[in-house]
């Protein structure tokens, strides 16, 4: 198993238009050999923002690796827009390898 996330700051105030943004998208995960469930998940707010992370379960890192190659990713960010004002710097990918 393998865990792939992408933490996320979150401008206060911004986190229902971060969500929708989420919930509108297109991810063509289901298409892809390997992965098996996806979530967004809400963390703490402090003084300057809202954490969120995509969290992403797949049988192998060679199944996400595959996926971060595949049409169906590139399907998926072709109509990604930026979203001024939203988010306080890129996500930080962070990749776990299940091992007990």
Same mark, same amino acid.
């Given at each position: 198993?393998? #865990?792939?996330?992408?933490?996320?700051? @979150?401008?206060?105030? !911004?986190?229902? /238009?971060? @969500?929708?943004? $989420?919930?509108?998208? /297109?991810?063509?995960? /289901?298409?892809?050999?390997?992965?098996?469930?996806?979530?967004?998940?809400?963390?703490?707010? /402090? *003084?300057?923002?809202?954490?969120?992370?995509?969290? &992403? #379960? $797949?049988?192998?890192? *060679?199944?996400? #690796?595959? $996926?971060?190659? &595949? *049409?169906?990713?590139?399907?998926?960010? %072709?109509? %990604?827009?930026? %979203?001024?004002? #939203?988010?306080?710097?890129?996500? !930080?990918?962070?990749?776990?390898? %299940?091992?007990?």
């Amino acid at each position: 198993m393998y #865990i792939a996330m992408n933490r996320f700051r @979150i401008t206060l105030g !911004k986190e229902n /238009d971060f @969500i929708e943004i $989420w919930k509108n998208r /297109d991810t063509f995960l /289901d298409e892809v050999p390997g992965f098996k469930q996806f979530n967004l998940l809400q963390g703490p707010t /402090d *003084e300057e923002c809202t954490l969120f992370t995509s969290h &992403s #379960i $797949w049988e192998s890192e *060679e199944a996400f #690796i595959g $996926w971060t190659k &595949s *049409e169906a990713f590139r399907k998926a960010h %072709a109509n %990604a827009k930026p %979203a001024t004002g #939203i988010y306080l710097g890129p996500p !930080k990918f962070e990749g776990f390898k %299940a091992v007990l």
